[in-house]
């Protein structure tokens, strides 16, 4: 088959410069190619920017680091492609092009035309992750739920994932051990397994689990891009949850029915760098609407509802 006969992906690694595009730049890593798909004589094969660990471009000689990869389009570069016919050159190029990350061996990634900025156009708003913390029955799913009418209401999109949600269903193999904690919080923000993914598609993702460990919630924080993650501490006393207990789970715990129960006999480490704390007192706790309305007047002062 020649290689102007092959189906010519979205973009990207394989994919043909798309007009608007090109002229912006956005695709500046994408194979230029004329029109007839081939690539073009003499120009360079350039890795678009993009999360990977480690490009296999052995041939080439380079490597990639996951974070330089992403901040600047670094060039695991094909050998020279003069005097190749198409039929040798593809087959080489599409071998170099792939990588390893993690388990995931000869894998590629495929970038689109459409990007975080369309999507965010599109919906008028900065895709970003509410991160709700704090203990149990201390009114995340609760704010998560307000939070997600009330933007809903001004005409944001959002979605909502709820600890206990999740733990029906993509968590469920996950107990509340240390590392099952951890891998619960990794699937939902570290690597943006999910979180990150909604973000991305332009959405304001509200997440509420209860996230207890500090390094966890640091590890999420750290693969958004700067100032969308935005940690909300649902600064509830352990006294007023106890007292809430809306499933009974403090009562088993303390009847030792439970055991490992975050705030009884498993940790709670309180946040320090987050950016909105929700105080609670007993007998003094803000309604479900006001503590939504701190968090939508956050996203407003800080330009999440432009584009
Ligand atoms: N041992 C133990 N400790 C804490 N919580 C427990 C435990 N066992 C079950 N549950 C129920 O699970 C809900 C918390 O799930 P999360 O995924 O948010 O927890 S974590 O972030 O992995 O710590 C939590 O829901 P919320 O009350 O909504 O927080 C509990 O209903
Ligand atoms: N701001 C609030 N004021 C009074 N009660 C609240 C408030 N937020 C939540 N609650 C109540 O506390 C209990 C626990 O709330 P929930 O949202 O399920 O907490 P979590 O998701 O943290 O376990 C529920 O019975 C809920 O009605």
Redesign the pocket.
């Given at each position: 088959m020649l290689a102007r006969d092959l189906p010519i992906p979205c973009s990207g690694a394989g994919g043909r410069r798309a007009p608007a595009a090109a002229a912006d730049g956005r695709l500046a890593g994408g194979v230029l190619r004329p029109p007839w798909g081939g690539v073009a004589a003499g120009v360079r094969l350039v890795a678009a920017a993009r999360p990977m660990s480690v490009v296999t471009a052995a041939a080439a000689g380079s490597s990639w680091d996951r974070k330089a990869g992403r901040s600047e389009a670094a060039v695991p570069a094909a050998a020279p492609v003069d005097g190749k016919d198409d039929d040798d050159v593809l087959p080489v190029l599409n071998k170099l092009m792939t990588s390893t990350v993690g388990k995931s061996t000869n894998i590629r990634w495929h970038d689109c035309p459409v990007n975080q900025l369309d999507r965010q156009k599109l919906l008028n708003q900065k895709g970003c992750v509410v991160w709700?913390t704090?203990?149990?029955?201390?009114?995340?799913?609760?704010?998560?739920?307000a939070l997600s009418r009330e933007l809903h209401s001004r005409g944001h999109l959002t979605y909502v994932l709820?600890?206990?949600n999740l733990r029906h269903g993509l968590n469920k193999d996950l107990s509340f051990k240390a590392e099952d904690r951890a891998e619960n919080i990794r699937r939902v923000g570290l690597f943006g397994e999910v979180a990150k993914l909604f973000a991305d598609a332009g959405l304001i993702c509200i997440t509420?689990l209860?996230s207890p460990y500090k390094s966890d919630r640091s590890a999420c924080r750290k693969l958004l891009p700067n100032s969308s993650f935005i940690e909300v501490f649902?600064n509830?006393p352990l006294e007023v949850?106890e007292e809430?207990d809306?499933?009974g789970l403090y009562k088993l715990a303390r009847a030792g029915k439970i055991k490992g129960f975050t705030g009884i006999d498993d940790p709670y480490e309180t946040p320090s760098d987050c950016e909105i704390v929700i105080q609670?007192k007993v007998g003094d706790?803000?309604?479900?609407k006001?503590?939504a309305d701190q968090v939508v007047s956050y996203l407003e002062a800080n330009g999440f509802f432009q584009n």
């Open positions: 709700i704090g203990l149990s029955g201390s009114g995340k799913s609760t704010l998560a739920c709820d600890g206990d509420s209860i649902l509830v949850c809430r809306p499933k609670c706790c803000p309604s479900p006001s503590m």
